[in-house]
C-alpha cells in the first residue's frame, strides 16, 4: 500500500499563504485518488478537497472554496494543497489520504479513504 507523508505547515498570519505537500510513496501513486482533511481538537475530521487520479477533477468544501486549490504531479508522487487568504478558523492539523480508484471520480468523504499519513500543523493568527 502507499504511504503518505505531508508537509509544508507552519504558522501564519490572517491573510498569507501557505502550501502543503503530500508525498506518496511505495506504490503507483496515479493509482490513487487523494484527499486533503484537516481536523481541530474536539471536533470531527472535515473534508476541505479532493482530487482524481490524472488530476482533472477536483473538489472543495464550501469554506475552502475560491481560496485553497488542490493539484497533483504523479511524475513526483506528490498531491498540493495551495491555501491562500487564509483565516484563524483554517487553523488545524492537515492531513492527506489516498485509496485506489477508477479514473473519473474524487472523493470527499474520510470513510473513503484507506490510507492516511500523519498530519502536518497550520496555525493562523488573527
Known amino acids: 500500500h502507499v504511504q503518505l507523508q505531508a508537509s509544508g505547515g507552519g504558522f501564519v498570519q490572517a491573510g498569507g499563504s501557505l502550501r502543503l505537500s503530500c508525498v506518496g510513496s511505495?506504490?503507483?501513486?496515479?493509482?490513487?485518488?487523494m484527499g486533503w482533511f484537516r481536523q481541530t481538537p474536539g471536533k470531527e475530521r472535515e473534508f476541505v478537497a479532493a482530487?482524481?487520479?490524472?488530476?482533472?477533477?477536483?473538489y472543495y468544501s464550501d469554506s475552502v472554496k475560491r481560496r485553497f486549490g488542490i493539484s497533483r504531479n504523479n511524475a513526483q508522487n506528490t498531491v498540493y494543497l495551495q491555501m491562500n487568504s487564509l483565516k484563524p478558523e483554517d487553523t488545524a492539523v492537515y492531513y492527506c489520504?489516498?485509496?485506489?480508484?477508477?479514473?473519473?471520480?474524487?472523493?470527499?468523504?474520510?470513510?473513503?479513504?484507506?490510507?492516511w499519513g500523519p498530519g502536518t500543523q497550520v496555525t493562523v493568527s488573527s
Open positions: 489520504a489516498a485509496r485506489t480508484c477508477v479514473t473519473g471520480t474524487a472523493y470527499r468523504h474520510d470513510h473513503d479513504y484507506n490510507y
Open positions: 511505495g506504490r503507483t501513486f496515479s493509482d490513487y485518488c
Open positions: 482530487i482524481s487520479r490524472p488530476g482533472t477533477i477536483t
